[in-house]
């Protein structure tokens, strides 16, 4: 058995092995799960990155033909 001091109430519980096993459990998978939304977010924001780049360049592409269109005053 192990014990964790509570500094709120200033009580010691007492865990059992189990007890102890089962929240580090809790925690690893919370923060297995944290991780993968955090991995697909990053994922996301640099798929927009690109795809936001991707467009201003064909949004300049289309600026300069339309600029090339234009006759110049003479």
């Known amino acids: ?3 964790i001091h509570n500094w ?5 519980d ?5 007890e102890i096993y ?6 690893l998978q ?3 799960r944290q991780h993968i939304w955090l991995t697909q977010l990053a994922d996301l924001i640099w798929r927009w990155k690109a795809l936001k780049a991707k467009l201003n360049e064909r949004h300049t592409e289309i600026l300069s033909e339309r600029l090339k269109s234009i006759p110049l005053p003479k």
Do not use: C, D, G
């Open 8 to 12: 709120k109430s200033q009580k010691t």
């Open 30 to 32: 919370l923060v297995k």
């Open 14 to 18: 007492f865990l059992s092995v189990a």
């Open 1 to 3: 058995m192990r014990f």
């Open 22 to 27: 089962k929240a580090e459990r809790f925690w």
